[in-house]
């Protein structure tokens, strides 16, 4: 983003001509947006998320307005659709914090968190998919997921052994009947980790990156649990599970990791690969999801 194309913002929210601009690097993050904060003197400080597409736009923007009111988010301010001279972009409040950490942890911010998650899960939708794309929403998980599925192997196709392709293929297809009994559909924000929870002055203070979000099943939002990302919150786990359940019974989530989990893997592959940073900035988390996938195939093959 150049110093030009800030400027289209800038004039468009009528922001001071002293404003200054800092662009946020948040190392956890697996997104295409660009984020600055913005300081004004005689004001609060504010944030301008700028998306690549309209998509992930529409997601941040619905998500935010639904759950303005019901868990702890950042206010939206105003939101910018896409125009000639500008990427679709929200303007919103900067909440104050850090990113949940083993350290910060203790019984009512897991409880917190369980119960914001809960209150994420109780919103049931009519379908699986964009819920700004209403006709063209799944009635059905198995073929959300298999559509889903399929375009991220289309993106992995020459980058991952063809032979290696087919065994994805084939794991796919040996579990998936699990997607018969999930939770859903619903909402979900399906980046839910320690990343983007924020925490001040041992409290809750926002669930951030709403980007990803659209309507799934319950168990979507359980995967980075079983990817052993929330190590910082296992000390006070069942504070997190009883704040969860205040809301609403903890799905079964174990019965559709096997599937969920090569799923994502692969979608997470296809993403960086298509970002073109699988050899550069982003190696490491490839590595990580390709050992993922050879590890889910390897156990299958000493299964059989």
Known sequence: MTHKNLDFYHHYLQLSPKARWSKIQHNQAISNAQVYQIQQDHQENTLLKIYPHEQAFENERLFLNTFKEKITIPKLIQAIPSRKNMLPAIYMQVLAGDLLSKDMINPEIAFTIGQSLGTIHSHATAGYGYLNQKNQLQSDAQTYIQNKFNESINECTGYLHPETIEDIHHYFTKHRHNLLTVDGP????????????????????????????????????????????WQSIKIHWDCFLEGYQKIRPIPPYQTVMPILSIYRSAAILGFLIQRNTHLTTDQKLFQKHKRIIEHLIQKTLKEA
């Open 186 to 229: 619903c909402m979900i924000h399906r980046d839910f980790r320690p990343g983007n929870i924020l925490i001040d002055n041992d409290k809750l203070s926002g669930i951030i990156d709403w980007a990803s979000a659209r309507s799934g099943f319950a168990e979507e939002d359980w995967y980075s649990i079983e990817q052993n990302e």
